[in-house]
Nanobody
């Protein structure tokens, strides 16, 4: 079983920054592509960013491209989401997720590809 624990959420003013972290335990971290998703009240969960197993490929939703950066440190079994220039519409619960992959050159945009999920961390951006 794989456990994912997110941290780093909070309340920030528009234009500010936050860095989310997700520690993964229970299996070999480098076997998993990782993703960040978010869900705002009354909305469906949506893709934010993803990173391949070794970090060589990254993918972003258009709404966060240029503002958010996903990264990973396989020695620390942690994936990060650096969020800059935050906007009120970024307010949501943010989830990290792990996708067991045989290859290390891609990651998925689709939540159904992910096998394990964290409990989520709240990000609130005030205007």
């Amino acid at each position: 079983q794989v456990q994912l624990v997110e941290s780093g959420g909070g309340l920030v003013q528009a234009g500010g920054s936050l860095r989310l972290s997700c520690v993964v335990s229970g299996r070999t971290f480098s076997f998993y592509a990782m993703g960040w998703f978010r869900q705002a009240p009354g909305k469906e969960r949506e893709f934010v960013a993803a990173i391949s197993r070794k970090g060589g490929r990254t993918y972003y939703a258009d709404s966060v491209k240029g503002r958010f950066t996903i990264s990973r440190d396989n020695t620390k079994i942690t994936v990060y989401l650096q969020m800059n220039s935050l906007k009120p519409e970024d307010t949501a619960v943010y989830y990290c997720a792990a996708d067991r992959r045989m290859e290390d050159y891609s990651a998925s945009y689709y939540s159904y590809d992910y096998d394990y999920w964290g409990q989520g961390t709240q990000v609130t951006v005030s205007s």
